[in-house]
């Protein structure tokens, strides 16, 4: 499909604030009617996120405080790639960090955009089972409290709008697909490095 007709052209880029791992910009660009309009935009490193699923079908989540919203959010296991990293190895790191997990088997999912109209921040969604505890090494400033659940009460949750994390939301409509038949996930074992990492 032929999309040139509707892609924006960058004329002017600047960089307005550099944080810790956020990068605003503000750019100029030019309109496929050739008028110029502003964006406004955050680069981000990118991230990834987990679905770590136990022996008995439950599913590993995560509480912690969204200091944005104010509120403590339900989410799967999530973090962002440290430089360098690649998304394969930080969804190994991410799971044993925050939860103390090793998974045997590993599946990508998918690939999402979860602000694309202010961010280029992308998510990939990894499945991950065999799940061994181990112990969780928090960064320094992070807490959360990890909890397991059923499917059915995650997706209660939902139903309710209790459940309101985009990411999470998306991936718990993976796992149904999943789990119906619907969409396929190709698993591998932990040694077995998928071709996209």
Request: proline residues 6%.
């Amino acid at each position: 499909m032929d999309d040139d007709h509707l892609m924006e052209r960058p004329l002017q880029q600047q960089q307005v604030y550099r944080g810790h791992f956020l990068d605003v910009r503000r750019d100029t660009v030019s309109l496929p009617d050739g008028d110029t309009a502003g964006r406004e935009y955050i680069v981000h490193p990118g991230a990834v996120m987990i679905v770590p699923i136990l022996d008995d079908g439950r599913l590993v989540l995560e509480r912690q405080c969204r200091y944005p919203l104010g509120r403590v959010l339900l989410e799967f296991p999530a973090g962002k790639l440290d430089p360098g990293e690649s998304r394969w190895d930080c969804a190994q790191r991410e799971l044993a960090e925050e939860t103390g997990y090793r998974a045997t088997e590993w599946a990508l999912a998918a690939y999402l955009h979860n602000a694309p109209a202010y961010s280029n921040e992308f998510i990939e969604i990894w499945f991950a089972r065999g799940l061994q505890r181990g112990e969780r090494k928090l960064d320094r400033g992070e807490f959360l409290d990890v909890c397991e659940m059923g499917e059915a009460e995650l997706d209660s949750l939902a139903s309710r709008g209790e459940l309101t994390d985009a990411k999470t939301l998306i991936a718990l409509m993976w796992l149904q697909k999943w789990r119906s038949g619907q969409w396929p996930l190709a698993w591998r074992a932990t040694h077995a490095r998928p071709p996209s990492a």
